[in-house]
């Protein structure tokens, strides 16, 4: 699954462990989630979208 987490965490000047400390994840979580190795759990995913407040899809999108 591609995601936009990345460009929108820099759009907030976070970094992965300000992100992970709002999501009550560890960096390491958020670097894999970023990176493509890991697709957060639909919980996971709606906390995210809450964080940044914007609709899951406008934050992740299905892969090829």
Known sequence: MKNRLKVLRAERNWSQADLAEKLEV???SVNAIETGKYDPS????FRIADVFELPIEDIFQRGD
């Open 26 to 28: 560890s960096r390491q």
């Open 42 to 45: 639909l919980p996971l995913a």
